[in-house]
């Protein structure tokens, strides 16, 4: 099977190029903040630089880890699920479910190490930038000169395949122990119950970010760069939990909009309402980093422009501690949410691109090629809509306790912008996506399409 996996990858690259596209980023984001440490090992490093790149090191890795296995796991997911129909021709030929589990995991691997390597010159140049950007806001010693060691290599590659490997143990459990009949079934309509370890996953994510909103508001308010800590955290775990449910969310937003869209959208409406409610699981995947970009980006921002006007407020400067924290929140959060970003555009094009076919058969069976691309639209309009509002959501365990805790108020005293802006580039990256890929699959001539 690793032999077949192997082949698997040298025929059909474009089915996994999403997928290494997320543990190329991935690695190239752990190996750059890993690399401080090997940093913080020079020679001339002093005892207050050492602090802040361990620090950095650490945070980033930490969420990195947590974010990367998050992604892998949901673009091999959408593989696997693109790949139903050879699943089950596996499956009916007599191979065994360990085997099946073995070629999804042996991909995995074979991708993550591809992946590392060629991450390596970019975690180079993308450690250097960061150390020239906390040299120059003053938090690390001019005399501290980048080093790339063992420690960004090891990290980086290992984390990188740890994540890959984990993610496809969970990919290929589910997919490896359904019944011939039932992968025939799931194939044909797109459709899955979700696990019971998914479900149960999401609610211990989403108790932990409650559990750190609520420490955020009993903590020593006198301590800004702990309850900051905690409350940065909260909506990153709300965020993850929220995107676990994912499915569940859309199939009820799709319930609750449903009538109303069919009514006003036509052909259009129509053909987006079934889709939706047949294919919950695989728009689901894609609505993932929809909530994930949302509830972090704001949570965050908001939280460091509360801070801000705290201070100010206060009538006092910024000490040298804020100020560094300020610039980390900024960087880990920057990376983080475009790692987000990128990972939403990423799986939007892999999942519509897979859908060439059914854009030609629905074509062929009468449907114009400007109803094709309304459909898509009306699509990418549920799937920005329903990211943006969980996303809100999330980033709610961040701004509230975080604003009760500085301010005494519950309400924040921010400007709206912010959010306004995260949500703009969440709507306009999801509709550019989807709509973009699609019209360029509308290009190709229906028949050669669907027989594709």
Same mark, same amino acid.
């Given at each position: ?149 063992? /420690?960004?290599?090891?990290? +980086?590659?290992?984390?990188? =395949? *740890? $994540?890959?490997? !984990? %993610?496809? #143990?969970?990919? @290929? ?53 702990? /309850?900051?800590?905690?409350? +940065?955290?909260?909506?990153? =775990? *709300? $965020?993850?939990? !929220? %995107?676990? #449910?994912?499915? @569940? ?204």
């Amino acid at each position: 099977m690793i032999s077949l996996a192997l082949r698997s990858l040298r025929h059909r690259p474009g089915g996994y190029l999403a997928s290494f596209l997320v543990l190329f980023l991935g690695s190239v984001m752990l190996m750059s903040f890993a690399s401080l440490l090997d940093t913080a090992q020079g020679d001339a490093v002093d005892t207050g630089s050492e602090e802040t790149l361990t620090t950095l090191a650490s945070v980033v890795g930490g969420w990195g880890l947590l974010l990367v296995v998050f992604a892998v796991t949901s673009t091999l997911t959408l593989a696997v699920q693109q790949r139903g129909a050879d699943m089950v021709t596996l499956r009916s030929a007599g191979a065994t479910p360990a085997q099946v589990g073995r070629m999804i995991v042996g991909e995995a691997a074979v991708l993550a190490v591809a992946a590392s390597v060629c991450a390596i010159p970019w975690a180079i140049f993308g450690g250097s930038a960061l150390l020239d950007v906390l040299i120059d806001t003053d938090q690390v010693a001019p005399a501290v000169s980048y080093s790339f060691g063992p /420690i960004g290599l090891g990290t +980086g590659t290992v984390i990188t =395949l *740890v $994540a890959a490997t !984990l %993610a496809a #143990l969970v990919t @290929a459990r589910r997919t490896a122990r359904m019944r011939v009949a039932e992968a025939s079934a799931a194939t044909a309509n797109g459709s899955r119950r979700m696990g019971r370890i998914r479900i149960a996953a999401a609610v211990l994510f989403l108790a932990g970010g409650v559990n750190l909103g609520v420490m955020t508001i009993v903590l020593d308010h006198d301590k800004s760069a702990e /309850i900051m800590q905690t409350a +940065g955290s909260a909506s990153i =775990l *709300v $965020a993850i939990g !929220l %995107a676990l #449910l994912a499915p @569940a969310l859309m199939r009820g937003v799709t319930a609750l909009l449903g009538g109303p869209l069919q009514r006003l959208g036509g052909v259009s409406g129509y053909l987006t309402v079934q889709n939706v409610r047949r294919r919950a699981d695989r728009i689901g995947t894609a609505l993932m980093p929809v909530i994930l970009f949302t509830g972090i980006g704001s949570g965050t921002f908001y939280m460091q422009s509360i801070e801000n006007a705290a201070t100010a407020a206060e009538g006092v400067a910024k000490t040298t501690e804020q100020r560094n924290i300020e610039t980390l929140n900024f960087v880990v959060i920057g990376t983080v949410v475009l790692f987000a970003c990128i990972m939403l555009v990423n799986v939007l094009i892999a999942a519509t691109t897979h859908r060439s076919r059914e854009f030609g058969q629905q074509r062929l069976i009468g449907a114009t090629p400007r109803q094709v691309l309304r459909m898509v639209t009306a699509e990418g309009v549920l799937l920005a809509l329903t990211g943006v509002l969980f996303g809100s959501l999330a980033s709610l365990a961040t701004v509230l306790p975080f604003t009760l805790a500085r301010t005494d108020d519950v309400v924040p005293d921010a400007p709206l912008a912010i959010h306004l802006s995260i949500v703009a580039i969440a709507a306009t990256a999801t509709l550019l996506a989807s709509v973009g890929t699609a019209w360029r699959r509308m290009r190709v001539p229906a028949v050669e399409a669907a027989t594709a």
